[in-house]
């Protein structure tokens, strides 16, 4: 990966970074307890506690995908960066301008899946 495309590929990291961080806030505010005080109907408050633990469950995933961009930014200019840590196969820059903080290639990932 030349120079310009590691930049490229920062701009695109940092721009996941600070989406990611605007969905965990807003996350974080779905996730918040529903009180027991609220008067809604008993189906209604089932429906706000499903909403509330997925919410959860969303901002749990959206939290390690912060930790995992903010990790590939700070490897990026490792000579390493890029490169399959199962296989030691260059991952295809396409692959890592969709989902920067991966560290398999798509081969490798199919074959822990199996």
């Given at each position: 990966?030349?120079?310009?495309?590691?930049?490229?590929?920062?701009?695109?990291?940092?721009?996941?970074?600070?989406?990611?961080?605007?969905?965990?806030?807003?996350?974080k505010e779905q996730a918040k307890?529903?009180?027991?005080?609220?008067?809604?109907?008993?189906?209604?408050?089932?429906?706000?506690?499903?909403?509330?633990?997925?919410?959860?469950?969303?901002?749990?995933?959206?939290?390690?995908?912060?930790?995992?961009?903010?990790?590939?930014?700070?490897?990026?200019?490792?000579?390493?960066?890029?490169?399959?840590?199962?296989?030691?196969?260059?991952?295809?820059?396409?692959?890592?301008?969709?989902?920067?903080?991966?560290?398999?290639?798509?081969?490798?990932?199919?074959?822990?899946?199996?």
């Open positions: 990966m030349d120079d310009s495309q590691k930049s490229k590929l920062k701009d695109k990291i940092l721009s996941d970074i600070d989406a990611t961080t605007i969905n965990i806030e807003q996350l307890p529903v009180p027991p005080d609220n008067a809604i109907g008993r189906i209604s408050r089932m429906e706000a506690l499903g909403a509330q633990g997925l919410s959860e469950v969303n901002l749990r995933k959206a939290e390690v995908r912060l930790r995992k961009l903010q990790h590939a930014l700070e490897r990026i200019d490792d000579e390493y960066f890029g490169i399959c840590r199962e296989c030691d196969q260059p991952i295809p820059e396409k692959r890592l301008f969709l989902v920067p903080e991966v560290e398999v290639c798509v081969a490798c990932l199919a074959t822990k899946s199996a």
